[in-house]
């Protein structure tokens, strides 16, 4: 079986109003908790439809329509504030950003370098450290959309 490591393009980071978990909430729920809501400031942005700041990604609107009407249910969505920051009003004035939603895979696993294990058989899921790994079907859907700045890395079962 091969998976796919997923390093999405990052357009900025976590904005002053990110909530962030405890080492308890990340011990119960995961990695992903270890942010409890996401303000994502843009810096700029090259147009993907997949975005990274680590542990947390955003999807575009498009992107998040098609994932609910997919046959995809190992994941989770939710509300995110987005904003861009004064570097990006200053080289963009007139420079538009859809609306983004964050994109919460629910699958686990294990990475060690180019290897996987302890796969939880999810379609997209999380490392221990944030690590977003997907399945070739996953993979296939997310080709569908703009994912360039997106470095992909195989993995194979260890």
């Known amino acids: 079986m091969i998976l796919y490591f997923l390093e999405p ?4 980071g976590h904005g002053k109003q990110t909530i962030y978990g405890t080492e308890e909430n990340v011990q119960k729920e995961g990695i992903s908790a270890k942010v409890k809501y996401l ?4 810096e700029g942005w090259l147009g993907d439809d997949l975005i990274e ?3 947390a ?3 575009s609107s498009y992107l ?3 994932l609910k009407k997919s046959e995809f249910k190992d994941f989770k969505l939710e509300k ?12 963009y004035p007139n420079k538009e950003i859809p609306s983004f939603t964050r994109f919460i895979p629910l699958g686990t696993i294990e990475v060690a370098g180019e290897n996987f294990n302890h796969w939880s058989g999810h379609h997209f899921c999380l490392s221990s450290k944030g690590e977003l790994v997907v399945t070739q079907k996953a993979l296939d859907f997310f080709k569908r959309f703009s994912i360039k700045h997106c470095d992909i890395t195989s993995l194979t079962q260890a």
């Open 9 to 12: 393009e990052v357009s900025g």
């Open 39 to 42: 303000h994502y400031e843009f």
């Open 53 to 55: 700041s680590t542990p």
């Open 57 to 59: 990604f955003i999807v």
């Open 64 to 66: 998040e329509y098609e």
């Open 80 to 91: 995110c504030l987005v904003t861009r920051s004064d570097l990006w009003n200053e080289l």
